[in-house]
Every structure is written in C-alpha cells, then in structure tokens.
C-alpha cells in the first residue's frame, strides 16, 4: 500500500528547532514530488515548501524561508524538513503531501505530525 | 499571494438535501483549482481537480465547476458521511499554493 509517514513533531520552545522526515514507502522518490503543508488548530491548511524532483530546487511560503529547509534521502525514500528558529505562529499539524501528476493537486495525504512551539 | 475564500462558513443542511459550497480566487487561477474533504481529526483528502475532475473512488454526487475566479463544489443528495469541512486550494500561482479556510456543513 502506498502511504506517506510523517515523524518527528513534539513540543519545542520559541526560537529552538526540530526536524520533520516524511518516508514513501510504496513509493519510488525519484519518481514523485512530495510536498510539506501545515495546518494551524481550527485553520485552514498552508502550503509550507516543496523539493522539486532535480533534488535541488526548493521553494518556500514567505512565513518560513529562511527558517525552514528541504532535503531528500532518495536512498532511504525519505523527506526531511529542517525547522529553526521556531515561532508560537509555527504550531500546527504537519503533513507530507503527494502532488497528482506535474500538478500540485495533493491527492495522498500523511497522517500528520503534531509541532507546538510553547514556552 | 493569491486569497482564497470560502463561503459561507458554515452551512446547516439536511441529509438528503443538496448543498453548494463556493470558493473565489483573488485572481484568476484559470482552472487550477482542487477541493478537499476533511473530516476532524484526519487529514484532507482530495475530492475534485482541475475544478471538475473527481479524484479516484470520489462518488458521482461530487461535483465542480468554475473557472478563472469563481467555483463551486455541489454535493447532490448528502449522506452522513459527508459532513465535513471542504476547502478549496489553487495550484496555479506560486507563491504559494493557497487554500481557502474552509466550509463547515454541519447537520440541520
């Protein structure tokens, strides 16, 4: 069965850091293009970043470049995101997302991983 | 940054009935623009594509239509389970890819 499996939240204090893996069993990594998307409690979803499929062109929401980076192990099919610098406004559920096609129609979903940034 | 928004916010219906969800863009997204089921305390799945497209295994009841700044989702003959939050989500600007923040259709 092909699935995304998000790890790595947890509670962290403003300004510290954390690091998110997104793994595709299922999945040949070079062959998809996963994206992050967050969602705030009681909020609408928002896009987060994406590594698109050359392994090296990133692009990131304003509210997190900087802040945030994206990498890939192709040889462990996995994503990570590297958060620094963290905010209270941060906290949200974190999802890795397929796009459907070239499109960024997000047909498959991970389970999410929960990040609260709290003192 | 495109703004997506959703209206109403929340709608109360009856199961049985049929309801219209509408989602406008700031700009035009052309026809780049998905829908999204989310029942709380799961992820969102993908209903509608392309505006129009139904995803895999999305039942006939779904449907959308629309283009450049305004669309709409119809949910012919609603069932219990689809009372959910809907959002709508444009792919066709980066910066980035915006989703609207959501319809609630709760039960009348």
């Known amino acids: 069965e092909v699935q995304l499996v998000e790890s790595g939240g947890g509670l962290v204090q403003p300004g510290g850091s954390l690091r998110l893996s997104c793994s595709a069993p299922?999945?040949?990594?070079?062959?998809?293009?996963i994206h992050w998307v967050r969602q705030a409690p009681g909020k609408g979803p928002e896009y987060v970043a994406v590594?698109?499929?050359?392994?090296?062109?990133?692009l990131y929401a304003d509210s997190v470049r900087g802040r945030f980076s994206i990498s890939r192990d192709n040889s462990k099919n996995t994503l990570s995101l590297q958060m620094r610098s963290l905010r209270p406004e941060d906290t949200a559920v974190y999802y890795c997302?397929?796009?459907?096609?070239?499109?960024?129609?997000?047909?498959?979903w991970g389970q999410g991983t929960g990040v609260i940034v709290s003192s | 940054e495109i703004v997506m928004t959703q209206s109403p916010a929340t709608l109360s219906v009856s199961p049985g009935e049929r309801v219209t969800l509408a989602c406008r863009a700031s700009?035009?997204?052309?026809?780049?623009l998905a829908w999204y089921q989310q029942i709380p305390g799961q992820a969102p799945s993908l209903l509608i594509y392309?505006?129009?497209s139904r995803a895999t295994g999305i039942p006939a009841r779904f449907s959308g239509s629309g283009s450049g700044t305004e669309f709409t989702l119809t949910i012919n003959s609603l069932q219990s389970e689809d009372f959910a939050i809907y959002f709508c989500?444009?792919?066709?600007?980066?910066?980035?890819?915006?989703f609207g923040q959501g319809t609630k259709l709760e039960i009348k």
């Open positions: 997302v397929k796009a459907r096609g070239n499109s960024a129609a997000f047909d498959l």
């Open positions: 299922g999945f040949t990594f070079n062959d998809i293009t």
């Open positions: 590594l698109r499929n050359d392994g090296h062109t990133a």
């Open positions: 700009q035009s997204v052309g026809r780049n």
């Open positions: 392309g505006a129009s």
């Open positions: 989500q444009q792919y066709n600007n980066w910066p980035p890819y915006s």
